[in-house]
């Protein structure tokens, strides 16, 4: 019996040395990868918010993707200001002392070869957002009482001098990718991802959910405009405008309903102060028809924004779904499942995969709503820009609907 418990032990020990590292949930059979501090990081002033020590997660490549590397940025929303910066630094919005040390793997991070074809097998890392500014911006608030630090470019920077000796400096393959506020940082900072690489390597960025409009909000007001004012300092630009300057190949994953877009850009609560739209926000079907050709005018925009792209970027991709969701390339049921949303009868894995590896021209834009029978409708349970949490629209007309 001692001797099985010390074997226990031991194991348990080697475990718990090994870093980055990924054990499997058994009751849910998921992918968690543990968190990784960048240790020089403050070295060269990469810092959080709060003055933590950056980090990311990694999970090894093996086999024909050795070579391979997926950077994800973690997406989470922004803080504009003092005091919403100060209120982040407490959060793992802010901190990595807060975060969570273990992290899901799924979808475009899966190491399931059924669940991700193309990516499965590569080194993939998600990079811990704590900056609240996508990680832009390079200054330091300190009025003697309180002290924030606005290293975004910095983090960046550490982190990637970080993996370059672990293989990201010999890379064959590599894409930068990013979720929301992350896809966003995959427009600022692909260029600059291409540069830290070898010549030879086939070097591609992908942004899912950050090619945020400017755009008017249903008052007539540029309430992200203004959000983003006050952000400019951060360095943070909407990508439509900093899409032509992209000479890296380039893939935007976006819903042309997106619903951070249309819960903060299109219809803020400022905007909405008696709640008309509140029914509509929770639920698509409960639209009035007016309601529905303001969205549709909102999509419009949006295929504005892109024509450009669209007709002439030889290397770009697209995929322009018309779900209500926000982020659908690292949830699985969105990124590569049995009824996952596909448009031309192609999913978002496909789509990407195609682009990433020229096996094709990958632009897919859907049809107006309500044509797209694939969708998984995602709504926030929560209207902040923090929550991750959402409901399938099928769960909502469940509970609400019958």
Not at 88 to 102: C, D, E, I, P
Not at 380 to 398: A, E, G, H, L
Request: charged residues 20%; contains cysteine; glycine residues 8%.
């Amino acid at each position: 019996m001692r001797t099985k418990m010390a074997t226990a032990m031991a194991l348990v020990v080697v475990l718990l040395g090994v870093a980055p590292w990924g054990v499997r949930s058994a009751s849910e059979d998921r992918l968690l990868v543990g968190m990784t501090l960048v240790p020089h990081a403050s070295a060269i002033g990469a810092l959080c918010l709060d003055g933590s020590l950056p980090a990311y997660h990694l999970h090894r490549g093996f086999g024909a993707g050795a070579n391979n590397w997926l950077l994800q940025f973690e997406g989470g929303g922004w803080c504009n200001d003092i005091p919403s910066c100060l209120e982040r630094a407490n959060t793992r919005r802010g901190s990595t002392r807060y975060m969570t040390k273990l992290e899901v793997f799924s979808g475009i991070l899966s190491n399931n070869a059924s669940l991700n074809p193309d990516f499965y097998n590569w080194n993939r890392v998600k990079l811990r957002y704590c900056d609240g500014a996508s990680f832009a911006g390079d200054a330091k608030f300190d009025n003697g009482t309180s002290l924030l630090y606005f290293r975004g470019q910095k983090i960046w920077q550490a982190i990637i001098l970080d993996l370059i000796p672990k293989g990201l400096g010999r890379a064959q393959k590599a894409l930068l990718s990013g979720c929301s506020a992350g896809g966003l940082a995959s427009f600022l900072h692909c260029d600059n991802f291409a540069e830290y690489l070898p010549r030879n390597a086939s070097v591609k960025c992908l942004s899912d959910a950050g090619f945020f409009l400017d755009e008017r909000d249903i008052s007539l007001n540029h309430t992200m405009r203004s959000f983003y004012d006050d952000l400019i300092s951060l360095q943070c630009f909407f990508p439509q405008y900093t899409l032509k300057y992209i000479t890296t190949p380039f893939f935007i994953l976006n819903s042309a309903y997106d619903v951070y877009q249309f819960h903060h850009i299109l219809v803020p609560p400022s905007a909405d102060v008696h709640g008309h739209w509140n029914r509509c926000k929770l639920n698509p079907a409960a639209c009035s028809d007016s309601q529905l050709e303001i969205l549709q005018g909102f999509r419009n925009d949006m295929l504005a924004a892109l024509r450009m792209f669209y007709q002439y970027s030889g290397r770009g991709g697209l995929f322009i779904n018309s779900c209500f969701a926000h982020c659908q390339s690292e949830s699985q049921e969105t990124w590569l499942a049995v009824d996952s949303p596909k448009v031309n009868n192609k999913t978002i894995s496909e789509a990407v995969g195609d682009w990433y590896y020229s096996r094709r021209v990958s632009k897919e834009i859907d049809c107006p709503y309500p044509c797209d029978k694939t969708c998984h409708n995602l709504i926030p349970v929560s209207d902040t820009q923090d929550s991750n949490k959402f409901m399938s629209q099928k769960r909502y007309d469940t509970l609400f609907i019958h």
